[in-house]
């Protein structure tokens, strides 16, 4: 069993950053692919971002790409979602999830293991 735990949401002003972490519990850290999710208000989980296992690999959805900014630091279990430039319509529920695999890739499905999710808010 894996436990996730997401920390670092808050409320932001438009145009402003949030650095989020997820932490991961148990010896599969190192093996397992990571990624953020998000869910609006009335709106359907999406993806976000992911990161391979050694951190060398990573895939942004397009909204993400040149805003944000993942990494991880598998000496303690840890990824970081570094967020700039913020908008209102990104006010989310961020959630960490985690998939166990034996290859350095990225996924955008099929993960395990989810946090209890990090509340972002960014204020207009």
């Known amino acids: 069993q894996v436990h996730v735990i997401e920390s670092g949401g808050g409320l932001v002003q438009d145009g402003g950053s949030l650095r989020l972490s997820c932490a991961a519990s148990g010896r599969t850290f190192g093996t397992s692919a990571i990624a953020w999710f998000r869910q609006a208000p009335g709106k359907e989980r999406e993806f976000v971002v992911a990161?391979?296992?050694?951190?060398?690999?990573?895939d942004y959805d397009d909204f993400a790409k040149g805003r944000f900014a993942i990494s991880r630091d598998n000496g303690k279990n840890t990824v970081y979602l570094q967020m700039n430039s913020l908008k209102a319509e990104e006010t989310a529920v961020y959630y960490c999830?985690?998939?166990?695999?034996?290859?350095?890739?990225?996924?955008?499905?099929?993960?395990?293991?989810w946090g209890q999710g990090t509340q972002v808010t960014v204020s207009s």
């Open positions: 990161i391979s296992r050694s951190g060398r690999t990573t």
């Open positions: 999830a985690v998939r166990i695999t034996a290859y350095d890739v990225t996924y955008r499905s099929g993960y395990e293991y």
